[in-house]
């Protein structure tokens, strides 16, 4: 799964690697965004063609539902029934979008004193540094009282050889070159499947972090600092 990560690049250097034009949100640098918080995804514009930057909420709100649940953890999709579940399958075919991230938190279960269990992060990331972009979906959703929320989800998948030691899953990182079919709303179901894959381990790089990233109220640059 994807239950934290990270995007600290700059909301202007955000507009140019996604192509995205129209009104640009701010957002200040964030080390540990976790579920039910806001975060810039990049989708197609309603209106002229183009993309945009907008900030929703991290967690999907399906239409039909009632609203949002924290006993329904929908922060993560997986890719094998993205395209039939119910709550994901309308966003599949027709609300596709981009998150961008500079990395993501995942943790080893290690022995801990007492014989409880010890959790150890990681943060995964490009060898370079540099920002990349996860499968996601987002969706709208309308209260009685006139309340919207839009939302997004991340698609996770089976764990590349980096990322297996520490967790069996990690979210999917769509290859530059795929972003503009990822959000083509014409692209063939097949093709989208195609995209769900593990990204390649030998780009990336896995530091071990301190326990401050466990806390979801801490949003600084330790979160993302080698550990001692």
Request: net charge positive; hydrophobic share 40%; proline share 11%.
């Amino acid at each position: 799964m994807c239950g934290r990560y990270s995007l600290t690049t700059a909301p202007e250097a955000m507009r140019r690697l996604f192509a995205a034009d129209g009104p640009l949100p701010n957002w200040p640098p964030r080390y540990n965004i976790a579920p039910t918080q806001t975060a810039p995804v990049v989708r197609r514009r309603s209106g002229p063609q183009g993309n945009e930057i907008a900030l929703l909420r991290w967690g999907l709100v399906p239409s039909w539902s009632k609203g949002p649940d924290p006993a329904l953890s929908m922060i993560n999709a997986r890719a094998e029934t993205v395209a039939t579940k119910p709550a994901y399958r309308a966003a599949f075919r027709q609300r596709r979008c981009l998150v961008p991230a500079d990395g993501f938190f995942e943790w080893q279960t290690l022995p801990g004193a007492g014989g409880k269990p010890a959790k150890q992060p990681y943060h995964f990331r490009m060898k370079d540094g540099a920002p990349f972009a996860f499968a996601g979906l987002w969706e709208h959703w309308q209260g009685g009282d006139g309340t919207r929320i839009e939302s997004f989800t991340i698609i996770v998948t089976d764990a590349n050889e980096l990322v297996r030691p520490i967790h069996d899953r990690m979210p999917v990182i769509l290859d530059p070159s795929s972003y503009a079919q990822w959000l083509e709303a014409k692209t063939p179901a097949e093709l989208l499947q195609a995209l769900l894959r593990p990204f390649p381990a030998r780009a990336m790089t896995a530091i071990k972090v301190s326990t401050h990233v466990n806390n979801p109220k801490n949003d600084d640059a330790a979160c993302i600092e080698p550990a001692a």
